[in-house]
Structure formats: C-alpha cells, structure tokens
C-alpha cells in the first residue's frame, strides 16, 4: 500500500526522469515514507543539539552587549536563520501530531506523511550545516558616540559675560564660508570650560555629525594627539607605528565624516594641522576647526580665518562668581571692602577668583582677606606666559594656606607628571609612601586614607581637578606652572622634564641639589649615562620611555637615599648591579617591563616596602622575594607566574596588600601539603597583617580547608574559587564560591566563613545549597551584600524566601544566570510561626529588595512571571532590568485586581533607565492584572527616567506598557523592524507619534 501510493504520488516525476535514475528517486521516495517517524525524531534531535549552540552563542552576544560591542551581520544573519529552521521544526512537530488520516480515518495520510518526512530530512541537514558554523568574532566595538560629552564647572550658568563669548563661537560655526576659528586669551581665563560646554551643546545638533576634542599642550606630541583622535573616530589600534602611514589613515578616516569639528585646545605654538591627519579648507570642507591659545600671534601664523579674544568676566559677574565660591560671608559690612577689592585685583579671571574663593571659603577672620590682599598686591615675578601675576598670586595664596607641609608636597609630586596627565592615586601613594608624606603609624589603608583627604583638600582649593578616568587627578596647566616654579626652589629640589625632548643630564655641580628628577615619556632616543652623584636624590621617575633598552651597571652607584623608583613601562631586560646600593629604597615600580626577566637584584633591598610587578611577564617568583621582610605591598597582578615555590609568600610577615588577580592560581590546597613543588594555600591565608587580598583558586577543595586564625584584618578582598577565569570587582569584598551543596554548608571552612561575613559581593556558581544562603550567612552579613550573583544552580527553584529577601536590605545587583529550573525569585510561601518569632525582633519593617539597581535573569526556563505585584511596587530604585533567553516567562508583572492599588501605578520603578528584554518567546505583555485566576487587562507605566527600551527576539510581544504621556526622557526603542511596526497600541491603537522617530532598528543602532 506505502509503495503503491508513493508510486502514485511522484508518477508524473518518475515519467519525466528515465533509466536508473528512475529507481534511484523511487527508492529516496519510498525511505522518507519508510523512515517517516524516524526522520522527524532526527530533526528533533538535531534542532536541539542547534538550539544548544545557538544559546551558546546568544549568550556571548548580549554578554557582548553589555560591553556595549555590536553583534556582526554574520552573526546576527545565522541567529536568524536558526530561529526560521526552529519554527520550521516545531511546524513538522505539529503536523505530525495531528496524524492527519484518510480513507474515513481507517488509514494514515499517506501522501501527507510523505511530505513531512521530506522536509524533515531537508531541514536536518540544515541544522546540521548551521550547527557545524563556527565564528572566529562574534561581536564588534560599537562606535563612539558623536559627541563625548564633558564636565564643566557649574559656574559658567547665568554668567553674561561667559554667554557672550560663546554665542560669537556658535555664530561663527554656524558660518558656512568660516572653516578654522582661533580663541585666545590669558591662562585662566576660561577658553577650555567655554569650549567644554561648546562640546556638550553640540551633541544632537545637525550642525556636526562628529565633535572631536583634544588637547595640545605645550609639549605637543603628535602621536598622543592622533591617537586620542583616532580613539573618538572609532580607529584604536589601527593606525599603525609609521608617522606618515598615521597621517594617511587618520586623514582618510575623517574625510568620511561629512560635517566634522575638531577642537585643538592649548595649542602654545604655530604647526601645521596636516602634520596631524586633519584635511581642511578645500580638502575637506565639511571639516572645521577651532584653536584654543593664550597667543593671538598663534592664530594669525596658522592662518586662522576667525580670531576671537576671550576678555575676562565683567566686575559684576566677577563678584557674582566670587560670592558663589566664598559664600555669603564676602557680603558681610567687615568683608565687603575687602571682598571687592580682592575681585577687582583677580581682573576677571575664573580661575583666581575660584581658587581665592576656595581658600576664603566661610572664613570671617578679617586677617585672612587682609593677607589676601597683601599677597595679591605685592607678587614675586615669575614666567608664566600670558597669566597675569594676579593669577599666579592668588594659587600661591591657595598653596600657602594649605594645612600641612605634607599636604603641600603632595600637590607639589603632581607636578612631576607631564601636562595634562591623567595622575593615578595609587601611584601617588605609592610615592608618598615611599617619600614619608604619606607615611602613618597604622597601615596601607590609613595612607590611603590620608591621600584622599588631601585630595578633596585640594580639590576643593581648587588646585586639582577631577581626572578624565575613575582614580585619577588633574592639573590645570596653569596651576601646574605655578607648582613648577614652587618645586623648583631650593628646599623642594625638584627637577621636571616630563614629556620633553631627551637630550643630556644637568651637571655634577646641578646634581647635587636635586631632590626628585622626573623624566618621564621623552621623547627621542633615550639614553642613560654611566654613575651619577645625587647624594640628596629621593626619588627617580623614569617611565614611560620607550626607547629605554638599559641601564648601565654603575648608574645607581651615587643615589644611595634613593627611596622611590619607578621604571614602569621600559624596555629594560634586566637591573643593573647597582642596585644592591639602593639600600634606602622603599618604593619601586617594574609595571609593564615586558622585557624584564630577572630579578635576582632585589635581594639586597631589605627596606622595600612596595614592590609592583604587574602586567609583567616573570613565568616563577624569585626566591629573593622572600627576603624583602618589610615588604608591605606587592603586587602581581596579570603576570604570567606559573609557579610560586613554597616558603616564598609565608617570609612576608608584614605584608598587608597582596594583588595576585589573573595570576598564578595553582595553590597547593591539601592538609598535608602537596608534593612541595609550589606555593600552598595556608602561606597566604596565615600571612598575619593582610588587609587586601586579590586572589584566585582553582582547586575548591580550599572550601573545606581549616586555616588557624585566617585573615583577622582582611578588609578589601575579590577572592575566587573556581575553575572559571579570574574576574575583577570594584567593591570592598568580593567572593566567587563553587560546588556548594546542600550536604557542603555545615562543613564550609572558617575562612569562607569569615570572610562571607565581610562581602558586599557573593557568587555562587554549580551551587545546589543556594537555598542555604541563610545557613551561610548570618543576619548582619545579608545585611552588608551589595551584589549577589548565581549562576548554573540547577537544582534550585526558589532562590529567596521571603524572609531571606527582606533581610538583604542593601542589595544593588542581583543576577541570576542558567539555573533553569527555578520557578519564582522569592518564595511566597508563608512562613512559620517559628521562623517569624526568630527574626521579628531583628528586622526592621522595610520593602522587600528595596535597594535594587539592577536586575538580571538570565537563562531561566522555568519562570513564568517575574516579579509580583509585592514586590514590583518595592524597587524604587530599580535603574536597570535584563531579561534574556527566558522560554517559560509570559509576564513580567502580575497582579490581582483585588490588591491592586490604581493609583499606585505611577510609582512603580521611578527610577529605571533601561529594559533590555531578548529571547522571550512566550512574552506576552509586561504588566497584566489577573480577576479570578484570568488574565484582565494589561497596565501602562509612566517610567520617569526610561531612556531606552530594547527589545529582541520576542515575537509575542505586541504591546509596550507606554502611552503618550509616559516615559518623558526616553530616547530609544531597539528592535526589529516587523517587530516594531506590529505593535498594538491601547490610546485608539494607534502609535504615539513620539514614539515613531525613537525606533532604530536591531542592525542600525549606533
């Protein structure tokens, strides 16, 4: 019968083809028939085994994401068509289930039965073709914004005269035949800040698709400069070392961009801006120019078609400023003669009246502005070009009236780095440590601590300025002159030749002054003479050079109070042997001595106290390590140690910082201690003064290792055990924890213990005792927990009860990834009596996961609905919610009608800026009220502070919880086309128009 009706129903093909090939068709026929269920089990199989992959490499995509990198269109172009091959499969899955019949239902359709078959095959072998597809890059770096916008001073607002000034920049740039504009005036004057807040005004403007803002500086190095504008076009990296090979790269980079404008700030001396990359004029007219100077003459020597000149502020802006900075004590009847006279000797220029204004800041003594007014009236000379001496005199008054000698030359090792530096904190007090200023009686933490308040001293002089990255400071260049000259002067010694041409040391007799020399990024050939005499040198900046291959042996010969030296970032191969002179040195930098193999000299140097090794590539720790017993720092972060011997770390007694992240992590963890080739686990838990700690340990065994009084004054720490790579983390106290069971948490080891009491960041990851967080954590540690990550939980299918959840009252980020049988968050199960008496006394009445920041679930199939109304209405300070590859979820709130309150619904999430939902396939709908146990009606939210609202990949989705008047700042929705245009709308379903022209589809989004 099977053979008859498929004969039938391919008659027509089997005419057309003659011979063999006749029986050959007939035979591929009759098997789809034959093998009809067992070709669809196949293609079962295999779109399984596909979907596996295809979550795999869904998961580097939004991980990639979230690194604000863009998929690739190959990538995204297999996405897709693995989902068009899974509908199909589901389709054939379906069919087949209905079992479709003929002949009254006494036989099965064979006709149909035969199509399927044949398709199911057809499609196996696509999914076996996509599945063998791999991809050597799954995402790219996503251009930078158009505009990078800055900060500016608050000042600038309402001032007339500032507006003034940059009404003419916007008027000349609007100008179509103005191509380079030139903006000149006094140090201090404001031209950075003026153009700052051009920068910012021009983001979404059409008068530039690209603003590009970089600065020269006195000591311009064109390479800096064209790779810090490469960066902002989106071509790190890519320009390549040849000088004339960067110019043709860069120049062909920007004659893309259509309407582009480049900001030259601090530009000292006339130059050609083609020597940069830059087209101009007929070359590029799209492109325009603005130049910042203290030097009108500069901007008539370069052509510049626009000159404008940046007066200082007018007397009543002037005081307007100063009383914004002093406060209302500069209107006091005692002060204001004295307050007006000050303002009238700063000649309108910010930066004095700043910076006076800070130090006079509430001070009623009238011996304070009289001394003011005496520095201002009566100045030393010093060259400082175009900065008027009042200038200069009122960062000397700053300076004076600083607290403390060490506070002082703590601003004053500021000025030893080039101008315009980004100066790292922690390089700084690595210095002051080294030096004394910085020095205290307690540990590491207590310099820190001092070097942060002098910082916020400083800044709030302001004779520092925040730095363009996270832990760094500033130095306007002004200011930085003026340290110079204070520096130079015989009681300090310093010597500054940062980022200057290398040409010869000074002379023996010039020498012998010399407290501090910094010669830091020369540029030029760097050679460094034979034995130098510097009886008073106490510190020694060479880094950042480049070309600096060796020292010579007797170089160190005649720097025997050396105590700071950093040779960060050199090329040196080794150290010479005079430095087993350095006997009083006690801060030394290798950072980034790439080259550097041998370490063998420092075993002279008894008073070390900080030692950086990181980002170098030693493959074993020197045994000579563990004879620096004064040792209070070390770190070795992203080396490329494959062994640490024994008895190396346990001879650090003193140590107290320990970085050893993306390190060695091959620790010895057994009881009886190993085979004694490598380092064991018990040296660095038993090291007694340790209040830092970074480390990874990949055997997990150490979970259950007992170590005697471990880590008593342990304060910051990122602690991984873990087969998994090493990952940073910002906050105080951070654990990774692997292959916890339940039948594990009552035999944790004291440590993990310990330190669990001490985290504000958990991970959990392959842990069935997830659900014991209680056991493992006390009330007050749940308490502390800031960030809590799980991940690959399987067995768990509640991840909080609802106590538990109450009491994490400081949790931020809660993530949970892969744990696929987890079926509700929080339990809402209702507790007992019991469990209620026990912590009734202990907790305050407080909203459930009330400090939540951002939410991530990530890879769980079993949740259907997110979050309950409960619990919904508690995250007020929710910023951020990502909810990716989720099959089961059909909602993302749900509520009864019955404990609904209406007229709360504006307040739900008064915070949240983001939602990013991919892969749903069953989302329905974000809100939905339920009566009775059926689904109501879906509710519409007003999100204040939404800015972005991406969606991928979630099919049923047809309606948003936006209406016309909700989501005032939003700025994106990101999604598919189709998608998008599909979406019904509630207000007479039809679309908002403002929602419209915020659309950009998946491919396009920049």
Not at 439 to 465: E, F, H, I, P
Not at 719 to 729: C, G, M
Not at 910 to 928: E, M, V
Request: net charge neutral; aromatic share 6%.
């Amino acid at each position: 019968m099977e053979i008859k009706e498929c004969l039938n129903s391919s008659a027509t093909d089997i005419i057309k083809e003659g011979g063999k090939r006749v029986w050959v068709h007939v035979e591929r026929q009759i098997g789809y028939l034959v093998h009809y269920k067992s070709n669809v089990e196949n293609l079962k199989t295999q779109v399984s085994e596909l979907t596996q992959k295809k979550d795999l490499v869904q998961h580097s995509v939004d991980e990639a994401k979230m690194r604000l990198e863009e998929p690739t269109e190959e990538v995204e172009n297999w996405l897709a068509s693995v989902a068009e091959i899974e509908r199909d499969a589901r389709t054939i899955d379906d069919q087949m289930l209905q079992n479709q019949r003929c002949l009254k239902g006494y036989c099965p359709h064979w006709s149909s039965r035969y199509r399927l078959s044949k398709k199911a095959v057809k499609k196996a072998n696509d999914a076996i073709t996509h599945k063998g597809r791999n991809f050597r890059v799954v995402s790219i770096i996503l251009p930078p914004p158009d505009v990078e916008p800055t900060t500016i001073p608050d000042f600038v607002e309402g001032l007339e005269s500032f507006e003034i000034h940059m009404r003419e920049v916007m008027g000349a740039l609007r100008k179509e035949d103005i191509r380079t504009i030139g903006l000149y005036g006094m140090g201090g004057v404001g031209k950075t800040t003026l153009m700052k807040r051009v920068n910012n005004k021009l983001q979404g403007s059409p008068l530039f698709r690209k603003v590009v803002m970089v600065t020269v500086s006195s000591t311009m190095d064109l390479r800096r400069i064209q790779d810090e504008i490469a960066e902002r076009l989106g071509m790190k990296d890519k320009l390549g070392n040849a000088a004339q090979v960067r110019v043709n790269h860069l120049s062909k980079r920007l004659a893309y961009e259509e309407k582009v404008l480049i900001i030259l700030d601090d530009v000292w001396k006339k130059f050609d801006v083609s020597e940069i990359g830059i087209l101009s004029g007929n070359e590029h007219k799209g492109c325009k120019i603005v130049v910042t100077t203290r030097l009108e003459d500069v901007c008539r020597e370069m052509g510049i078609q626009k000159i404008i000149k940046m007066e200082g502020l007018s007397q009543e802006d002037s005081f307007t400023l100063f009383k914004t900075t002093v406060g209302d004590v500069a209107t006091l009847p005692s002060l204001r003669d004295y307050a007006e006279e000050i303002v009238g000797k700063c000649g309108g220029m910010p930066l004095a009246l700043v910076t006076l204004g800070s130090s006079l800041k509430a001070m009623e003594d009238g011996f304070m502005w009289r001394d003011a007014l005496r520095v201002l009236r009566s100045y030393e000379p010093i060259e400082l070009e175009n900065v008027i001496p009042e200038v200069i005199s009122s960062l000397r008054f700053s300076y004076d009236h600083l607290n403390s000698a060490k506070m002082k030359l703590c601003f004053l090792f500021c000025c030893l780095f080039p101008e315009d530096h980004n100066i790292e904190l922690s390089h700084l007090r690595m210095y002051g440590v080294g030096e004394g200023f910085l020095k205290v009686d307690g540990n590491l933490q207590d310099s820190s601590d001092r070097l942060l308040s002098y910082v916020k001293r400083l800044k709030a002089s302001c004779l520092l300025l925040d730095g363009d990255r996270v832990g760094c400071v500033k130095m306007h260049d002004v200011v930085r002159g003026v340290a110079m000259w204070i520096s130079s002067k015989p009681e300090h010694g310093f010597m500054v030749k940062s980022g200057l041409e290398f040409r010869e040391w000074p002379t023996k007799d010039k020498l012998a002054e010399y407290k501090r020399i910094s010669w830091i990024k020369h540029i030029g050939n760097n050679t460094l003479p034979d034995r130098q005499e510097c009886p008073q040198l106490l510190s020694l900046l060479l880094q950042n050079n480049e070309h600096l291959r060796s020292i010579p042996n007797s170089f160190f010969q005649g720097m025997k109070m050396l105590a700071v030296l950093d040779l960060s970032k050199t090329q040196i191969s080794s150290l010479p042997q005079s430095f087993q002179c350095l006997t009083n040195l006690r801060t030394l930098s290798l950072e980034g001595c790439h080259n550097l193999t041998s370490l063998s000299q420092l075993g002279g140097l008894e008073r070390l106290e900080t030692l950086s090794l990181r980002y170098t590539c030693i493959q074993e720790l020197p045994m000579e390590i563990g004879g620096l017993t004064s040792l209070k720092l070390l770190d070795l972060t992203r080396t490329a140690l494959r062994l640490v011997a024994p008895n190396i770390i346990s001879r650090l007694s003193n140590l107290e910082e320990l970085y050893m992240g993306h390190s060695f992590s091959e620790w010895e963890v057994t009881d009886n201690g190993g085979d004694g080739s490598k380092a064991s686990f018990h040296e660095v838990a038993s090291l007694p003064r340790l209040t830092l700690l970074y480390m990874h340990v990949k055997d997990v065994r150490c979970l259950s290792l007992h170590v005697p009084s471990p880590w008593e004054k342990l304060k910051k720490f990122c602690i991984k055990v873990s087969d998994k790579s090493y990952e940073d983390s910002k906050r105080h106290g951070s654990m990774q924890l692997s292959n916890i069971t339940l039948d594990h948490v009552s035999s944790v080891s004291n440590w993990v213990k310990s330190l669990l009491e001490k985290s504000e960041e958990l991970e959990l990851v392959h842990c069935d005792g997830v659900q014991s967080l209680s056991s493992l954590l006390s009330l007050e540690a749940r308490n502390r927990l800031k960030a809590f990550r799980v991940w690959n939980c399987e067995s768990s299918r509640c991840l909080f009860s609802s106590v538990l959840a109450e009491s994490l009252q400081q949790l931020e980020e809660l993530c949970i990834r892969d744990c696929r049988n987890m079926e509700k968050i929080i339990s809402d199960e209702v507790m007992v009596q019991e469990e209620q008496r026990n912590y009734s006394n202990l907790l305050q009445p407080s909203t459930i996961l009330q400090n939540l920041r951002q939410l991530t679930i990530d890879h769980c199939d079993s949740l259907k609905n997110l979050l309950s109304w409960n619990l919904a209405q508690g995250l007020q300070h929710l910023e951020e919610l990502n909810i990716h590859h989720c099959k089961g979820i059909e909602e993302i709130i749900s509520a009864n009608v019955e404990e609904l309150r209406v007229e709360n619904n504006k307040w739900l999430f008064p915070r949240l800026r983001r939602i990013y939902l991919s892969s749903l396939p069953k989302l329905t709908g974000f809100f939905y009220l339920y009566s009775r146990g059926r689904r109501h009606s879906h509710v519409q939210l007003n999100f204040p502070s939404l800015l972005y609202f991406d969606v991928n990949d979630c099919p049923n989705l047809k309606m948003l919880p936006l209406w016309s008047q909700s989501a005032p700042k939003l700025e994106r929705i990101h999604g598919e086309t189709e998608w998008f245009q599909e979406l019904e709308w509630e207000e007479e379903n039809i679309m908002p128009p403002r929602f419209q022209p915020l659309f950009i589809p998946y491919r396009n989004l920049q």
